[in-house]
């Protein structure tokens, strides 16, 4: 089945988790075959990477089978942090029954009221939410808690050395509620944060909550039918009483990495072309900068005088800078949203028109549907896709978290 299968040279590299570079260091050595096409155009072939684990996984993944597993009884869950509903979605379409959503931002309690009015959104500061009369009631909690510096003045590095932090309110709500299962998701850096001193009091806090901590894992979005290179570190803690009798399996990659190319074009991802929608406009002087920057391109591919002009003080810094002046690639996928599409630092301009990525862009670039609506102005728009977990990775966790349920139900 994959034994034409091209892999880019930048697929293969993302795949692997390595720089350009690196992979510059293989194609030298000759560590795996690389081939280029009449245009020049680098790639390798997907059934002589076989041996190599990420591919191999990739290649023989359980994809389509894990598409078919539904839920045994009606699952009951409650999500904090909830955002725009990136995550709570895909939730949602792997067979959770949300009982309640909590967020404090006004425009994305609209989002969520709006797209599924059958919903609880509570709005309002999670300090003052009590969870008390949902104890025993509810198989999940979830939540994407923003990750502030802890305090570690206790020095039992425990629940008391959370206070002050959203991750308390978290396991606050973990204490009152008791579900089988509560899934944490974070930003990649979260696991070395303080030289691994903020996750090690993270997992002292799931210990005394009485719950055991499957190995936290980096998924990388790329492999779950997400057309963007983002990363976010998953935790998956199971009730002590449940948790010797079950294994939770991390879900497959799909068998091949989505592109740009994918997510604005009618393909596999969506139906037709992406709508069109609002967008941020670039000013006249900078617009004629990102005229000149090719596909995939950025600010080193401007002329030497362009380049200076627009770096201005960060041209002799030390970093490659690859954000600024950057024009993404239909061939493959986005680099990360951001809160806000022209930030100088994190350019993400359309691949073939001189302009940042419009809302439904965006949208889809987060696999969000294109029926899902987003309440607020430009900017809130923005932000709130760019802060949302992607909905196919939320599908595929929310699928092996089923699975696992589903487990649990049959002991």
């Given at each position: ?35 280029q096409d009449i245009d020049g155009i680098g790639y390798f072939l997907m059934h ?181 290179k983002r990363e976010r570190l998953i935790m998956v803690a199971i009730r002590n ?79 490659g800078k690859t954000g600024m002046a950057r024009r993404l690639s239909l061939d ?80």
């Amino acid at each position: 089945m994959y034994a034409s299968t091209r892999i880019s040279e930048s697929a293969f590299a993302d795949i692997m988790g390595v720089s350009k570079r690196t992979l510059n260091t293989w194609k030298a050595n000759g560590k795996y075959k690389y081939y280029q096409d009449i245009d020049g155009i680098g790639y390798f072939l997907m059934h002589e990477l076989i041996d190599v684990p990420e591919i191999k996984e990739m290649a023989e993944s359980s994809w389509d089978i894990e598409m078919q597993i539904k839920p045994l009884r009606p699952y009951t869950s409650i999500e904090l942090f909830a955002g725009a509903g990136g995550l709570a979605l895909g939730m949602d379409m792997a067979g959770f029954n949300h009982v309640m959503l909590n967020k404090w931002n006004a425009d994305a309690c609209q989002t969520l009221r709006y797209n599924k009015p059958d919903w609880n959104v509570v709005e309002g500061d999670i300090h003052n939410i009590s969870f008390s009369h949902y104890q025993n009631k509810v198989d999940l909690l979830t939540g994407g808690f923003p990750c502030q510096a802890f305090s570690y003045a206790g020095n039992k590095g425990g629940f008391e050395d959370t206070r002050g932090t959203l991750f308390f309110e978290l396991a606050r709500a973990v204490k009152e509620i008791n579900p089988k299962v509560f899934l944490c998701e974070n930003v990649r850096g979260l696991a070395t944060h303080d030289n691994g001193r903020t996750l090690k009091v993270i997992r002292n806090t799931i210990a005394e909550l009485g719950y055991s901590l499957v190995e936290p894992r980096v998924l990388q979005t790329i492999k779950y039918q997400v057309p963007q290179k983002r990363e976010r570190l998953i935790m998956v803690a199971i009730r002590n009483d449940i948790a010797d009798k079950v294994t939770f399996k991390w879900p497959a990659p799909y068998h091949r990495i989505m592109t740009l190319r994918d997510a604005l074009y009618a393909g596999e991802l969506y139906d037709t072309d992406v709508p069109k929608s609002d967008g941020q406009k670039y000013p006249e002087k900078k617009r004629r900068v990102m005229e000149m920057v090719p596909m995939g391109g950025y600010w080193r591919d401007l002329p030497p005088a362009i380049q200076k002009e627009y770096m201005a003080g960060s041209y002799a810094l030390e970093g490659g800078k690859t954000g600024m002046a950057r024009r993404l690639s239909l061939d493959e996928p986005s680099l990360t949203l951001t809160c806000a599409p022209a930030q100088k630092q994190t350019e993400r301009c359309h691949p073939l028109e001189t302009r940042p990525l419009t809302v439904r862009e965006y949208a889809r670039i987060q696999t969000f549907p294109d029926k899902w609506q987003f309440a607020g102005n430009l900017t809130s728009q923005y932000k709130q896709i760019g802060n949302a977990v992607p909905v196919n990775l939320a599908y595929a966790i929310g699928r092996a978290l089923i699975r696992l349920f589903n487990d649990i139900e049959l002991i």
